[in-house]
Structures are given as structure tokens and as C-alpha cells.
Nanobody
Framework: QVQLAESGGGSVQTGGSLRLACAAA????????MAWFRQVLGKDREGVAA????????FYADSVKGRFTISRDNAKNTMSLQMDSLQPEDSAMYYC?????????????????????WGQGTQVTVSS
């Protein structure tokens, strides 16, 4: 099992940057891939970026490619999302998620309900 906790959300102006962090507490020997999803009230949750358990493979939604960077530090059991050139349409609740490493694929970003665990979310607001 894995428990996740996000931090680092906040409010910025258009063009600004934020860095989100996710701390993972793993109670089993399972390796997990991790990802960020986001959700606006009244809309479906959408995948933003995902990273393999090793950190060697990453996937991004087209809308954030070139602006967001996902990374992880397995020694510290943390994952981060560096968000640059933020736009108002990036405003959402951002959720950290984990999935067993053998289930990791690009498709995970399209199937949020496949996740094994979720954090509580952190709000990002970008004002114009």
C-alpha cells in the first residue's frame, strides 16, 4: 500500500512558476509509478504527467509539454512537478497518484481510475 501527500500549490500570475511535491509512504515492497492529475470543478480529472518507478520514463499531456517537468527522488520517496509558464487554464486541483509499476503506461494518463492511490490534492490558481 502507498499513501500520498501533496504540497506546494498556490496562486501565481500568468507566466509564473510553481513547484508541486508529493511525498509517498509505502508500506509494502511494491514499486510504484507516479503521476499528476488535475481537475476543475465540474470536469473530468485529466492526466498531466507520469513517471516510471525508476524515473527513466516520463509521459506528458500535450497541453503541458515543454512547460512542466516531472521528476522523482526515490531515496526520499518524493515526486515533484515543476510548472513554468503557467496559464489561467492550468488552474485546477492537482492530485498526486500512484500505480503499481507493472501497470505503468502512457495510457494511465487517460484512465485516472486505474490508479492505486491518490493524495488529497493541492490547489493551483493562475490569474491573468
Amino acid at each position: 500500500q502507498v499513501q500520498l501527500a501533496e504540497s506546494g500549490g498556490g496562486s501565481v500570475q500568468t507566466g509564473g512558476s510553481l513547484r508541486l511535491a508529493c511525498a509517498a509512504a509505502v508500506s509494502s515492497g511494491t514499486n510504484y509509478a507516479m503521476a499528476w492529475f488535475r481537475q476543475v470543478l465540474g470536469k473530468d480529472r485529466e492526466g498531466v504527467a507520469a513517471i516510471s518507478s525508476s524515473g527513466l520514463t516520463t509521459f506528458y499531456a500535450d497541453s503541458v509539454k515543454g512547460r512542466f517537468t516531472i521528476s522523482r527522488d526515490n531515496a526520499k520517496n518524493t515526486m515533484s512537478l515543476q510548472m513554468d509558464s503557467l496559464q489561467p487554464e492550468d488552474s485546477a486541483m492537482y492530485y498526486c497518484a500512484a500505480i503499481r509499476h507493472q501497470l505503468f503506461s502512457r495510457n494511465w494518463l487517460q484512465i485516472p481510475h486505474a490508479s492505486d492511490a491518490w493524495g488529497q490534492g493541492t490547489q493551483v490558481t493562475v490569474s491573468s
